[in-house]
């Protein structure tokens, strides 16, 4: 499974927005191909001009101990 097939679904929360357009979060678990999953943030961004969505990055979060 890709990272779109796992991220996509999710809902996603409004975080915030500039010149260039709106950013969007989604978190969420990303199993990877030996079956460990990861939980992740990822962002999203809706540009103003071309109203395309296009993701921004990718962050892990951090462990809890």
């Known amino acids: 499974m890709t990272c779109e097939t796992q991220i996509l679904p999710l809902d996603a929360v409004a975080a915030g927005e500039n010149k ?3 950013y969007f979060e989604a978190r969420g678990l990303l ?3 030996n079956g460990v999953a990861l939980r992740v943030r990822t962002i999203w961004i809706t ?3 071309s109203g ?3 993701f921004v990055t990718l962050i892990p979060e ?3 101990t």
């Open 47 to 49: 540009e103003h001009l």
């Open 31 to 33: 199993r990877g191909p």
């Open 20 to 22: 260039f357009g709106r």
């Open 52 to 54: 395309s969505t296009k």
């Open 62 to 64: 951090k462990r809890r």
